[in-house]
C-alpha cells in the first residue's frame, strides 16, 4: 500500500500518475452535434462518487447518473460510525468512510466508479483518502482529472 503523503502517490514507476483519466475537450458550440461517446458515456460508466468533506463531517455517496438514485451512502454523521471514532474529519475516518462505502457498494453489486472532483477541490489530502481507500476496498474508481 501507498503512503497518502509521499511522492509516490503523484507518480508512479513509468513517471505516469496512477488511476487518472482525461475527459475529452467540451465542444465548443454545445447546441451542435454531440458524438456517440458523449451520448452513450452515461450507460457505460453509469455510477458516480461523490465525496463532500467539511471542517466537521466527511460523507462520500455512490450514484446512479441515469436514474439520479443513491446506491449507497457513509458518512461519518451516522451514528454507527459516529460512536466508533475519535474525530469526524481526519485522515482515519476518512479511510473508515471509504471501507463502508467500498462494502456497502459491493452489496449492492456495484464495481465500478467514475470520480471527478469540484473544481474547487484538489485530489490530494483527506479527498484522496477516501479515494484511495475505497480502490483498496475492491471498488474499481475511474479518477478524471483536468
Known sequence: PRSFF????????????????????KSK???KHSSFKQRTEAFIEPFTLDVFISKRFVSA??????????????GTNS???????KS????PACLAVGKILADRSREADVYTAS???RKTDRF??????????IIDNGID??????
Do not use: M, W
Open 141 to 146: 474508481v475511474k479518477i478524471y482529472l483536468d
Open 88 to 91: 469526524r474529519s481526519d485522515i
Open 6 to 25: 509521499g511522492v509516490e502517490d503523484f507518480v508512479d514507476d513509468d513517471n505516469s500518475r496512477p488511476y487518472t483519466y482525461e475527459k475529452g475537450k
Open 61 to 74: 455517496s455512490v450514484t446512479h447518473r441515469v436514474t439520479c438514485k443513491q446506491v449507497a451512502v457513509a
Open 29 to 31: 458550440n454545445p447546441g
Open 124 to 133: 490530494e489530502g483527506k479527498i484522496r483518502a477516501v479515494v484511495q481507500s
Open 115 to 117: 470520480y471527478t472532483p
Open 79 to 85: 451514528k454507527d460510525i459516529k460512536a466508533v471514532l
